[in-house]
């Protein structure tokens, strides 16, 4: 089943927001990059591995740079804006600093430490439903502060509490029996806190890495072989990879694939031209047709229906100067869709 017309305009919303952040921050220039000296005398040893692919070494440590803020702007923004999107959840910080740390039992701590302890000392595997069943216990009254946690997505649909950390698809090495101790004590927290709930806690990773079938396939075996501890913490069912993450965060099949889609529609050599093209008013008057394709292909629907109703507005609107004034600005403020502008403009949809 597709994407709702709404989720598809907010997912390219991000897309152009990602979009038009790199393009203007591209190193065209890379005359100014200080570390050019330094970098040019480290990388003489790597000539050879150069030769035919960075000859412009300025160009390349600042294109390392870009690309490194792209993965930023990816990880940090698209992934958990769009996980957003999809599942209609939000980020939780059950810390001291946040939403104050939630209680634990005892007894709830006594079995996380052991539940670690045999994972550590590999004297257990990783085992869902038998570490379900050592923490989510109600027979002890004395109550401890849960560590700091966090879901970068929580959602919570009145019967079912869905927690998901959203990792990098290299993560620290080193770092999964401290996560897997984190986890379950946030299980057991908010199995407290949200009694009448069934809590799931997951480790949530946006693609494979090491796929090579598809943009979209993955391999969970091998993959968890392929960062260090993850398959000696976690169980298979703990962990939602590629398709697996996007599919359970929108309950929809195939929502990789349409991401990917909406970001390839979007994303092509002519972007500046197309966006600044959107951005021209006078675009709409002398080439509608490529105006309403390009308004098509982009997914903005809302900025659709405004087109669509063009001169009706105009003519409802003719004797307030305000509300020209909003009319006559551009759609998008630094890659940015102006919906104050839109919801000024649609009530006066016909």
């Known amino acids: 089943m597709a994407l709702s017309k709404d989720k598809i305009e907010r997912i390219s919303f991000q897309t152009i927001q990602v979009l038009y952040s790199r393009f ?3 190193p065209e220039d890379a005359s100014q990059n200080r570390n050019a000296p330094f970098h040019t005398a480290f990388l003489n040893a790597f000539d050879d591995k150069f030769a035919d692919k960075a000859c412009d070494i300025p160009f390349f440590v600042s294109l390392s740079s870009w690309l490194h803020g792209l993965n930023t702007t990816i990880g940090q923004n698209f992934f958990e804006n769009t996980a957003y999107i999809l599942s209609d959840g939000e980020k939780r910080e059950y810390t001291s600093g946040k939403l104050g740390n939630l209680k634990i039992t005892r007894k709830q701590r006594e079995n996380i ?3 670690t302890a045999n994972l550590s000392t590999k004297t257990a595997k990783p085992n869902l439903a038998e570490e379900d069943n050592l923490i989510f216990i109600i027979n002890d009254t004395e109550l401890v502060s849960a560590m700091d946690f966090s879901a970068d997505v929580f959602i919570d649909d009145g019967r079912n509490i869905t927690a998901i950390e959203l990792k990098t698809v290299k993560p620290n090495s080193g770092g999964s029996q401290g996560e897997k101790q984190k986890i379950l004590e946030g299980k057991a927290a908010l199995f407290n806190k949200f009694p009448n709930h069934k809590i799931s806690f997951f480790l949530g990773f946006p ?3 090491t796929s090579k079938d598809s943009a979209t396939g993955f391999d969970k075996e091998r993959f968890t072989k392929s960062v260090i501890n993850l398959n000696k913490s976690f169980a ?6 590629a398709g697996e993450l996007w599919d359970k965060l929108s309950g929809e099949p195939n929502t990789m694939e349409q991401i990917l889609a909406i970001i390839n529609s979007i994303a092509t050599v002519e ?3 197309e966006y600044n093209f959107l951005n021209e008013q006078q675009n709409k008057v002398d080439n509608p047709q490529k105006y309403r394709e390009l308004l098509l292909r982009w997914n903005l629907f809302s900025e659709l229906t405004l087109f669509d109703k063009n001169d009706e507005i105009k003519n409802q609107i003719m004797e307030s100067k305000p509300l020209i004034k909003i009319f006559n600005q551009m759609i998008f403020d630094s ?4 919906h104050s502008r839109y919801e000024k403009l649609k009530s006066y949809l016909i």
């Not at 298979?236 to 990879?241: G, K, M, N």
């Open 24 to 26: 203007t921050n591209f």
């Open 113 to 115: 430490g052991k539940i």
């Open 207 to 209: 693609f494979d890495p």
């Open 236 to 241: 298979p069912e703990e962990i939602l990879l």
């Open 271 to 273: 972007f500046m031209n």
């Open 335 to 338: 890659g940015k869709y102006k």
